[in-house]
């Protein structure tokens, strides 16, 4: 035993250059699964006392380096089991429901209490997870900033996507993530990113990535969050905001792939594309803005339905818009 | 009862044959009581009349070609054989008028021309009663040991063979050894026995391979030679499984013989040599995988001085020659088998001897790791690390030192091949087995850390795995130091 010396590996490689390398071969699933085992236990530890030190290293290891996070993440539960997964999923979602730390003011308290009363009011079913706001009464939220906010969210996104194929062997995981991530508690979240100052669309395009993974293992959510809500409520006012053209193709590609996953009928994303062009119509009768953004967001539409095999629709659709 | 003394009360021999078939046909536990109750005096009559009828009925089934009166002669026997196998379960009275009826049966056993399912049956009815005599060598067995042979060689030998006759044949495989092979008639069973080294049956059994193992030794070894050729040419094909299967029943024939019959274990070695021989000038890659692994056996066994001494005299005159040869593929391939089987070593006289044997090895391996062909380094690289993995405590420092550092500072920055990096990564993942290298490695891994920005892919994942192992053995450590402290 005195002959054996203890190597460990991080005085082999520094992490920097591992985790440069986990982003950079985000795509090769071999390199990036090892690479999982081999930081598994610095970033999602085992055996810990501390409830929230899963989440606190993932805030942390997502604020260093959020492309390396994103493919150790996906491939975590290849190394753990997946009930730690989804409850880590869970986790972060309700870390997501207190919004970010500090946006401005005057958006940032309202949301945030609203949503601290309705998880005391309905607290009796899930106290252990939600009450993060409540065991840390100096800081509102564990999540700094918005950007933040934002990869956190790209990343439960992530985690529900990895799992999403098994989840329905392992009922327990299932019902546990379901039993946070539902459509009240989406709702929430989309209240809470409609209600931030900046990047709101790309928010807002997060919580649909959300939605839609989440939609697939759970069908009543489909029935929660209508299709009218999502497009009136949610899309169409961040389309109206918005002046990129970029941003308004992210948000819309987003929404038709919720909607798809979440088995809304192609005569409704009919139904959509025909309101857009009222919409684009009547904005350019009014002469306020450009409809060129509109414009842009019913054609990628119109590509997303095209490779989704509707194509005679798709066609239509676009003859009418031009 | 009853019936059966009516029967055998009957003055043809034909005629009791014919009714103990039929009584038979429906019930056959009647005979063996009734034969129990008759008297040695009514014993030999009844043989007195069974015996010439079963001897014509053989002697007529053998020539007969007509259908209807096969039917009737197979009925006899049929009957013939059951009222044997009764008679010989019987302890009492045995007179020698049931073996020379047995004798008779067997002739049935060699005659393959009329095959169906109908002789089958009846065969293998005979065949199950000599099988019996053979077991418990009952005086004359070995008279029809060789048909009786025959029949199971050819039965376990069919393509759609089932094991039993497989399973049979082994029972009797002590009755081999009375086989005199250089009789004509029983040159046919050589062809057959060479046919078990082929067949999947025989060579999934570990039962049947060590039988295979006996048959090559057997008669001195006179198909020895024969079946060298027919393995070497099953080794074509290249399946791994075959090739240790038939590296072990080779080893195995080595082994056991080589106290009884040292003639036999030396003309074994020279087929040895000849197939290290062809594996190394082997221009199929298919053949040369086929022999390192049957050479396997060979190399990865606890080694006796005598094994040892048997090694140094197959390799010693062709090795180092190969090893220089011009050609990069004879070289790369004579280094896998040089690798796989050091240390050569012999228990000489002088110790000075052992030693100069020893350091040509060593110096071998580090020419081979500096070889201009990088296949060759890739496997120099490969066979260096597991050596030291096995021998790192019999190794002297200076050249674990030397070829750790070559390794280190020249190979893992080989910009002309990733084989040779991939193969240095795949090294230390090996050495990274044996403990006692941790302190040396320790110091010398964060010399490759940029693999991880390696350009190419195997290598990186690799280098990752690497890695890895380095982290599962520090988790095992700190365990076991947990449960010595504790």
Same mark, same amino acid.
């Given at each position: ?74 491939? @975590?539960?290849?190394? *753990? $089991?997946?009930?730690? +997964?989804?409850?880590?999923? &869970?986790?972060?979602? %309700?870390?997501? #429901? ?109 919580? @649909?990535?959300?939605? *839609? $993974?989440?939609?697939? +293992?759970?069908?009543?959510? &489909?029935?929660?969050? %209508?299709?009218? #809500? ?93 | ?486």
């Amino acid at each position: 035993m005195k002959n054996v010396q203890d190597i460990v590996f991080y005085d082999i490689v520094p992490v920097d250059h591992l985790l440069a390398r986990l982003a950079e071969d985000r795509d090769n699933d071999e390199l990036c699964s090892s690479m999982t085992e081999l930081l598994v236990n610095s970033y999602f530890p085992q055996n810990s006392t501390d409830k929230l030190e899963r989440v606190h290293r993932c805030i942390q290891f997502v604020n260093e380096n959020s492309l390396a996070a994103e493919s150790f993440y996906r491939h @975590l539960y290849k190394h *753990s $089991s997946i009930g730690s +997964v989804s409850k880590l999923s &869970a986790m972060l979602f %309700t870390v997501l #429901l207190t919004g970010p730390c500090s946006p401005a003011p005057e958006v940032q308290v309202e949301p945030t209490g609203k949503n601290a009363k309705r998880q005391r009011n309905g607290g009796k079913k899930a106290p252990a997870l939600v009450t993060v706001a409540e065991d840390n009464p100096g800081e509102t939220s564990l999540i700094p900033d918005v950007p933040c906010f934002l990869k956190v969210l790209r990343l439960t996104t992530v985690l529900v996507q990895s799992i999403q194929p098994v989840l329905k062997d392992h009922a327990s995981s299932l019902n546990l993530l379901l039993k946070y991530i539902n459509v009240k508690s989406l709702k929430q979240l989309l209240a809470v990113a409609m209600s931030q100052p900046t990047h709101r669309e790309y928010l807002v395009a997060g919580a @649909l990535q959300l939605i *839609s $993974s989440t939609s697939v +293992v759970d069908s009543s959510i &489909a029935e929660g969050l %209508t299709f009218d #809500l999502l497009l009136n409520e949610i899309c169409l006012p961040q389309l109206r905001q918005t002046e990129d053209e970029q941003t308004a193709r992210i948000v819309m590609s987003c929404f038709v792939d919720a909607a798809l996953n979440m088995g809304f009928e192609v005569p409704l994303l009919e139904e959509i594309t025909h309101s857009l062009v009222a919409f684009a119509s009547n904005i350019r009768s009014k002469k306020q803005q450009e409809p060129h953004i509109l414009l842009h967001a019913v054609s990628s539409i119109a590509l997303l339905l095209a490779e989704r095999r509707c194509n005679v629709i798709a066609n239509d659709n676009n003859s009418k818009v031009r | 009862m009853m019936r059966f003394e009516e029967i055998f009360s009957q003055k043809e021999g034909n005629d009791v044959l014919r009714g103990v078939y039929l009584v038979c046909k429906e019930d056959d536990t009647g005979l063996s009581k009734f034969l129990e109750t008759v008297t040695q005096s009514q014993s030999m009559t009844i043989w007195n009349k069974l015996c010439p009828a079963i001897s014509d009925a053989v002697a007529s089934v053998l020539v007969e070609n007509n259908s209807s009166d096969t039917d009737e002669l197979l009925h006899a026997l049929t009957a013939g054989a059951k009222c044997v196998k009764s008679a010989l379960a019987l302890s009492t009275f045995k007179p020698a008028q049931i073996k020379a009826a047995l004798l008779d049966l067997s002739r049935f056993l060699g005659d393959f021309d009329k095959e169906s399912a109908d002789t089958f049956a009846v065969r293998n009815l005979i065949s199950s009663v000599c099988e019996a005599c053979i077991i418990v060598s009952e005086s004359g067995s070995e008279n029809y040991l060789p048909s009786t042979i025959t029949f199971l060689l050819r039965e376990s030998l069919r393509a759609d063979a089932k094991d039993g006759f497989l399973k049979r044949l082994l029972a009797i495989k002590h009755g081999f050894e009375a086989l005199d092979f250089s009789r004509a008639d029983q040159v046919f069973i050589k062809d057959l026995l060479l046919r078990c080294f082929v067949h999947p049956n025989y060579l999934k059994c570990a039962d049947a391979r060590k039988f295979l193992a006996e048959l090559i030794a057997m008669s001195n070894g006179f198909l020895c030679a024969a079946v060298c050729q027919v393995i070497k040419v099953q080794i074509a094909s290249g399946s791994v499984m075959l090739a240790s299967q038939y590296g072990g029943i080779l080893h195995k024939a080595w082994k056991d013989n080589l106290v009884k019959s040292p003639a036999f274990s030396r003309r074994l070695q020279d087929s040895i040599q000849t197939y290290v021989h062809e594996g190394i000038y082997a221009e199929n890659a298919k053949r040369f995988k086929g022999l390192k692994q049957l050479l396997k056996s060979f190399h990865d066994v606890n080694r006796s001085d005598q094994f040892n001494l048997m090694l140094v005299e197959i390799y010693d005159p062709i090795i180092w020659r190969s090893l220089r040869c011009a050609n990069a593929t004879v070289r790369s391939q004579a280094a896998v088998f040089f690798l796989d089987v050091f240390p050569l070593q012999k228990v000489s006289p002088s110790p000075e001897e052992s030693d100069r044997l020893l350091q040509k090895q060593f110096d071998m391996l580090t020419s081979l790791l500096k070889d201009d062909d990088q296949r060759v380094r890739a496997i120099a690289t490969t066979g260096v690390t597991h050596i030291l993995r096995e021998y790192w405590d019999m190794l002297p420092p200076a050249t674990i030192q030397n070829l750790l550092k070559y390794i280190f500072d020249t190979l893992a920055f080989d910009v002309s091949s990733a084989n040779v990096r991939y193969a240095v990564v795949m090294g230390l993942q090996d050495l990274l087995q044996q403990p006692l290298s941790h302190k040396a490695l320790k110091g010398l891994l964060p010399i490759i850390k940029n693999y991880i920005h390696d350009r190419s892919e195997r290598v990186r994942v690799a280098f990752v795995q690497l890695l890895n192992m380095v982290r599962l053995q520090s988790i095992l450590l700190c365990r076991k130091r947990h449960d010595i402290y504790s």
